[in-house]
């Protein structure tokens, strides 16, 4: 019940109109908050990419005074230090000492000869002394050759196994050329010149955290140490920007650069005098504060709106539009409301609309009453009439007569309301009947046939049918019908039209039968050839009805029959011709196989008989062939070759089937003096109800 409440109000116009409002509302607002949160994500935007910018900047150089201190700091030892302590390890170590700023600034400090031996060296406290070898390192070999100062790539310290990168400054003999190396390590996972710039970014306070890499992607600081010396590209969000930032060519530019990936923003910024970039990374989402989450707020607050407004529209529609339910109730009533203080007054569009509707009722009840007096009128006239009348519409009886119901073995009223094709014997039969019905209609005539028509009780009968529609070019308007049953009629048509075809006693087909079928296959086209024709003339026949009487002759020759139909093909035909004569039609059969069904009807013939006064009577039967080829001929002429192919066998000693001569070519020309063989004619004596005898 409460689905039913809920199913009914909603397809209310009140229910409609506030859904309408409802959703009005909630697009407004939404549209509205979007487009200014919109507006303020693009100026946020723009405001983060500056700071991002900056910030950037401001650390790539701060970094590169950093290194160029760090760089200072060391060429000023290197410049400083007394040429003639080069040859001992000891002086070397004590004029480092005497420099703790420069211990300070690096994890270690050494001195590296040509050969590549570290000689001397000062560690950080409590970092254990050690001596290297540093020949093959490429930082010692750069300075070495070039006399410049180098910042190594990271590299794995061999004495802590830590990242660690180095700096060089050359150390210079009194005359020129180097002398020596000065270099200093710093470690990548420890505090150094680069941990301040990214450390900020642990403690979660910032959107954004520093990344620096050097000129092959590698991480050179990072918030968490341990990453130091990992591919950048395992960093989230800075894969994208280092793809488009080796696409670049790995520029090095301290200009800075923005660019938003796989929703992170990546600003970039290189470190001048090194071959370091600075990557700032954070998500877009963190990075624009929280602008995209305003937005959802946004629609939120739209839809609250959009709910709170349809509500209040939904009351206020319910109240403005009671006099419209009060309508409606009206309207639906069985009986129709006439009183005027029944129906809703007042000014306005329902004040007429309530009028409009309360004589619209009106009229629709005397019409009613009207078509209500013309459907019984109608009915009595049905009812009346001594011819099976009904009416349809969309192919459903409306009103049916009781002649045309008791045709059809129903009670008056059992057909209203079924389908038209519940009368037809097969849907098929009742669905090609529509297309002819269309095209009589079409043209403006009625529709007449005869048809089956199916019975209550399963039987069918014959009926003709008319029918016309009410409206000539309104389909809707329905159709007419008149059934009358034709039954009998129908199968006194047929009968009278099978016993003009055939013969009353074998049953067979007559002579006109034959000769009809005969000129038929004659005249086919294109004709269906060889074919070939039996004419059969029963011997000894004339013994049995002189001896044995009609009745015994007629008996006979119904045996023939049968013989001559349980032999030959369904296609084939076999006719009486009259008398002891019959004739069997073998269409797409050659002379040869016609020989043997010829000799198979002789040999059956000699079978038949009758018993009379202790003696057998048999016949036989001399048989005529005609093959019919693709030459011209008559039905005529056939008959008359085959015969007299069949006088040729009974006097060769009758019981013999013989095939008539090949036919000319063409027949004769008109005028030429030649003509046809006419038929033989016989003269036969005697008569009986089997035909005159031989």
Same mark, same amino acid.
């Given at each position: ?16 109109? &506030? ?9 407004? *607002? ?9 507006? *303020? ?50 002086? /070397? ?34 970092? @254990? ?73 642990? $403690? ?76 700032? *990374? ?254 059969? $003339? ?33 296609? $084939?035909?076999?006719? @009486? ?32 008989? /009758? ?14 062939? *005609?093959? /019919? ?22 006097? &060769? ?42």
């Amino acid at each position: 019940m409460p689905h039913a409440w809920l199913r009914g109000a909603a397809a209310t116009l009140k229910f409609r109109l &506030a859904l309408a409002s409802m959703l009005v509302i909630a697009l407004s *607002v939404g549209v509205t908050t979007t487009a200014l949160l919109h507006e *303020v994500g693009k100026r946020t935007e723009r405001m983060v990419f500056d700071l991002e910018s900056a910030t950037a900047t401001r650390a790539a150089n701060l970094m590169a005074n950093r290194v160029v201190s760090l760089q200072v700091a060391l060429r000023a030892v290197a410049t400083a230090m007394p040429p003639g302590d080069l040859d001992s390890p000891e002086s /070397i170590r004590a004029y480092l000492s005497s420099k703790p700023v420069l211990r300070s600034m690096f994890s270690r400090v050494f001195v590296a000869l040509p050969n590549g031996e570290a000689i001397s060296s000062v560690a950080e406290p409590g970092a @254990r002394e050690a001596v290297l070898n540093v020949a093959d390192r490429p930082y010692f070999v750069q300075t070495m050759s070039s006399g410049q100062p180098i910042i190594s790539e990271p590299v794995i310290s061999r004495m802590t196994n830590l990242p660690s990168i180095f700096f060089t400054v050359p150390i210079f003999k009194p005359g020129g050329g180097v002398a020596a190396v000065l270099a200093g390590s710093m470690r990548l996972t420890v505090r150094n010149l680069m941990y301040d710039l990214v450390e900020k970014s642990l $403690d979660g306070e910032e959107p954004a955290h520093t990344v620096v890499v050097d000129s092959l992607g590698r991480i050179l600081a990072h918030p968490d140490p341990k990453r130091a010396m990992q591919e950048g590209t395992t960093e989230p969000g800075l894969a994208a920007a280092l793809k488009v930032w080796v696409a670049q060519g790995r520029p090095v530019e301290p200009t800075p650069e923005v660019l938003n990936a796989d929703g992170y923003m990546v600003t970039r910024a290189g470190v001048p005098g090194t071959e370091w970039t600075i990557f700032r *990374v954070g998500a877009e989402a963190a990075m624009m504060g929280g602008v995209a989450t305003a937005m959802a707020d946004g629609w939120r607050i739209a839809g609250a709106a959009a709910l709170a407004g349809g509500a209040t529209l939904l009351a206020l529609l319910w109240w403005l539009l009671r006099p419209l339910a009060r309508l409606r109730d009206l309207a639906m009533r069985p009986d129709d409301v006439v009183d005027q203080a029944a129906w809703p007054g007042g000014g306005g569009e329902i004040g007429e609309l309530g009028e409009a509707l309360r004589r619209s009722l009106q009229g629709r009840r005397r019409a009613a009453l009207e078509q209500a007096a013309a459907m019984q009128k109608m009915s009595s006239i049905l009812t009346a009439a001594p011819i099976g009348i009904a009416f349809t519409r969309d192919r459903k009886f409306e009103l049916v007569g009781q002649e045309f119901a008791t045709l059809l073995g129903y009670e008056v009223g059992d057909l209203t309301g079924r389908a038209a094709s519940d009368i037809y014997v097969s849907e098929e039969e009742y669905k090609a009947l529509g297309p002819r019905v269309g095209a009589a209609f079409g043209a403006g005539k009625p529709f007449f046939d005869e048809l089956r028509f199916l019975r209550r009780d399963g039987s069918f009968i014959w009926g003709r049918l008319q029918g016309r529609p009410v409206e000539v070019g309104d389909a809707n308007a329905g159709t007419i019908w008149l059934l009358e049953d034709v039954t009998r009629r129908r199968a006194e048509r047929e009968r009278v039209a099978w016993s003009a075809s055939h013969d009353a006693l074998t049953r067979l087909h007559n002579r006109e039968s034959f000769e009809q079928r005969l000129d038929e296959l004659l005249a086919e086209t294109p004709p269906v050839r060889p074919a070939s024709l039996l004419f059969i $003339d029963l011997d000894r026949f004339k013994a049995i009805n002189d001896s044995a009487g009609h009745a015994a002759g007629d008996a006979v020759l119904k045996d023939v029959a049968k013989m001559l139909t349980s032999l030959v093909r369904p296609t $084939d035909l076999a006719a @009486r011709m009259g008398g002891d004569e019959f004739a069997v039609l073998l269409p797409q059969c050659a002379a040869e196989p016609a020989q043997r069904i010829g000799e198979r009807i002789r040999d059956a013939a000699q079978l038949i008989g /009758i018993d009379y006064q202790g003696r057998r009577l048999n016949i036989g039967a001399s048989i005529g062939l *005609v093959e /019919i080829g693709h030459e011209t001929a008559t039905a005529a002429a056939l008959l008359a070759r085959a015969d007299a192919a069949c006088y040729d066998a009974k006097n &060769a000693g009758r019981n013999a089937v013989r095939a008539a001569p090949a036919a000319p070519a063409s027949p004769a020309a008109p005028g030429s003096g030649a003509a046809a063989a006419p038929p033989t004619l016989r003269v036969v004596a005697g008569t009986g109800t089997g035909g005159a005898p031989h």
